[in-house]
């Protein structure tokens, strides 16, 4: 899957979305307001992040019962920091967020809504979902 081809449509973003999540993240279980027998559905949107494109996938219950989180792959490390930093910076309490960056394709991944405790889970997930993309 390409950074370059998620961000040329919403549909993009989604079918991105989707093949990323797949079986990886388990669910999300690590998102504050996804429920965690459910099930899940995700969407995909295209954005700007404030240093370069991006795009962002948001896990919502099945039963439309929770509220969506998400996570947000962006290209460029000194993109990629500023919107960590962010995160940290906004997070009701700093383990709240987590990140993950791929060296090789020079993107990252960030997240901020994950459940207290669950950071590491979080991490790992977000380590493996940023594997899969390339540029």
Not at 44 to 57: L, M, N
Request: hydrophobic share 35%; net charge negative.
């Amino acid at each position: 899957m390409s950074f370059a081809e998620a961000i040329k449509s919403e549909q993009a973003a989604t079918e991105a979305c989707r093949a990323l999540v797949g079986d990886g993240m388990k669910q999300a279980r690590w998102l504050t307001h996804v429920s965690t027998d459910g099930g899940t559905k995700v969407d995909g949107t295209i954005g700007q992040a404030t240093r370069g494109p991006s795009f962002t996938c948001t896990v919502t219950d099945k039963k439309g019962e929770f509220a969506g989180d998400g996570f947000t792959v962006v290209t460029g490390r000194e993109n990629f920091d500023y919107e960590a930093r962010q995160d940290i910076e906004s997070a009701s309490e700093p383990d709240r967020a987590a990140s993950a960056w791929n060296e090789r394709a020079g993107l990252g991944v960030l997240a901020d809504a994950v459940r207290t405790g669950k950071n590491q889970a979080a991490v790992r997930d977000l380590q493996s979902v940023i594997d899969q993309v390339g540029k």
